[in-house]
């Protein structure tokens, strides 16, 4: 029977999906996060909106901290929390916002795995196109894209033909919320990608089985769209023959991206953009600067330092 809950988070979920346009799969973290805020209330005798207290979701931030979870985890599901009662209060299902209050946990904040420049350089060469294997001109291409560019997985798999221009070095971006933006392309990405499409691209195309994939940049063995486990493969691959000790994921291209940017003087608002982060301060986190840079800059910045 519908108390007022099941009714309100159909409503919430309409509201994010298709009023605000956020992604699929933040959707999906906001559903599966307030499924278990909800059934917390009502473990609890909460049967309506309208009856929940501010120490109902201060008990439930405790609750997550009995649980184990990471500060990270903990903030995330707060922020669902709140995002949920700032629509009910709008929706007038509540007379005030009874979470407003309750604060996300503090953490140590992480700082993202990040390759030097050369390992960058040597994870990009890693990957042999002496020849003319299509899988292998496509690799290259794929990490020289992703480096340049600094895309989520998401963005490079989803890259269509129309989306991109060689000539002006420029690509068009979808990014969460299907936000657009527009991104310049290096010389050697444009280069990789060049020779990927004339020669390897044509090669792959005809392999498809259910009839050619007209509009994918990046195709996999099989003819078909690249899929993002696909790109995982084929950065841990490359990581290997390039023997780099890190942990090596997709995303480690789009943080060296960044933070090699910041390092070579990119200003952050501009990184931000490149990015495509809603907020700069999520971009902040690239501007860490390593302790030999640091004792350098004091050293030589410094009047009484030596």
Not at 45 to 64: N, T
Not at 177 to 190: D, E, I, M, T, W
Not at 251 to 262: D, E, G, K, P
């Amino acid at each position: 029977m519908d108390n007022g809950f099941d009714r309100l988070l159909e409503q919430f979920t309409a509201h994010i999906d298709v009023e605000r346009g956020l992604a699929r799969a933040t959707v999906t973290a906001y559903t599966s996060d307030l499924r278990r805020y909800i059934a917390f209330l009502r473990a609890r005798g909460v049967d309506r909106p309208d009856g929940i207290s501010r120490q109902d979701v201060e008990d439930y931030v405790a609750a997550l901290d009995a649980d184990g979870e990471s500060a990270r985890s903990k903030a995330r599901r707060l922020a669902s929390v709140h995002e949920f009662h700032r629509f009910a209060l709008g929706q007038h299902m509540v007379a005030d916002d009874v979470s407003a209050t309750v604060k996300a946990p503090k953490g140590a904040s992480t700082l993202p795995d990040v390759l030097t420049v050369d390992e960058t350089a040597r994870l990009l060469d890693a990957v042999p196109v002496e020849g003319d294997d299509p899988v292998m001109l496509r690799d290259k291409a794929l990490l020289e894209f992703m480096y340049a560019t600094g895309c989520r997985v998401s963005e490079a798999v989803g890259l269509d033909l129309d989306d991109i221009d060689l000539g002006e070095r420029i690509v068009r971006l979808m990014g969460k919320g299907s936000k657009q933006r527009l991104v310049p392309v290096g010389g050697h990405a444009c280069a990789a990608m060049g020779r990927y499409l004339r020669l390897s691209r044509p090669a792959l195309e005809a392999r498809a089985r259910k009839g050619p994939e007209r509009r994918a940049v990046f195709l996999n063995k099989r003819g078909a769209r690249l899929s993002r486990q696909s790109v995982w493969e084929v950065v841990k691959a490359a990581g290997e023959r390039a023997r780099i000790d890190k942990p090596l994921h997709p995303h480690t291209l789009r943080h060296s991206f960044a933070t090699h940017l910041i390092q070579g003087g990119a200003d952050v608002r501009t990184v931000q953009e490149l990015l495509g982060h809603a907020s700069v301060t999520t971009t902040q986190i690239y501007t860490h600067v390593s302790p030999e840079n640091l004792i350098e800059t004091y050293l030589t910045a410094h009047p009484r330092a030596r």
